[in-house]
């Protein structure tokens, strides 16, 4: 069955360093896989997509994030934390099961610190 | 244009009760889903409507949930005789139907059963 899995239930950075989540996939067929990001009592909002159209995706607020088969990754990085990127980050799959559901990983929340 | 909307944004029911929470989908959208966001679950994928056609329940975890959707926009979540481990985060969300399309989620109502 197609899955994701996010290392690190909580990581921090200082402001201005690099952010580098981690997701990795387990799927038999060409994944679609998702970035979304939760600010506080918020709903999830899109980050960024992999649609298979190019391995490295731009997504919003400087994130980007490579789809890389060889290692089934697809870890989202930003060069330079801001404190307002503090949230919590989901990578997500699409699962076909006579439609297209999300199936997301355990979440990475993001620590920002001065 | 106006995204996913759900009311309430949070509900505070006694244990036994029931509850409806409500959703409605971007104009236009013909997919809708329900998902659950718990502490000791993550989010888990609930029900799916498609335009007209009947629901996918699979995800529902008893048979005291049910969903409709009527007119093929605007959706319930009904939970009937409400248990505390019934207590999180319902989220919403909506798509234009077709293949690998992102869905776009509302900001959730918190549901807390005492």
């Known amino acids: 069955a197609q899955s994701v899995t996010q290392l690190g239930s909580h990581v921090s950075v200082s402001e201005g360093a690099l952010v580098l989540l981690r997701c990795n996939y387990s799927?038999?067929?060409?994944?679609?896989l998702f970035w979304y990001v939760q600010y506080p009592n918020q709903g999830l909002q899109l980050l960024l997509k992999y649609t298979s159209a190019a391995t490295l995706v731009k997504g919003i607020n400087g994130f980007e994030a490579e789809f890389k088969k060889s290692e089934t990754s697809f870890h989202l990085t930003k060069p330079s934390a801001h404190m307002s990127d503090a949230a919590e980050y989901f990578c997500a799959v699409i699962v076909y099961t006579g439609f297209q559901k999300l199936v997301f990983g355990t979440g990475t929340r993001l620590l920002v610190s001065p | 244009g106006a995204g996913v909307s759900q009311s309430p944004s949070n509900k505070v029911t006694e244990k036994g009760k029931d509850v409806e929470l409500r959703c409605d989908p971007i104009s236009g959208h013909t997919a809708l889903y329900w998902y659950r966001q718990s502490l000791g679950q993550g989010l888990e994928f609930l029900i799916y409507f498609q335009g007209n056609s009947a629901p996918d329940k699979s995800g529902l975890p008893s048979d005291r949930f049910s969903a409709e959707r009527t007119g093929g926009s605007v959706s319930t979540l009904t939970i009937q005789r409400t248990q505390q481990e019934d207590s999180a985060v319902y989220l919403c969300a909506s798509s234009l139907g077709v293949a690998q399309e992102t869905q776009y989620f509302g900001p959730g109502t918190r549901l807390l059963v005492l």
């Open positions: 799927s038999s067929v060409p994944p679609y």
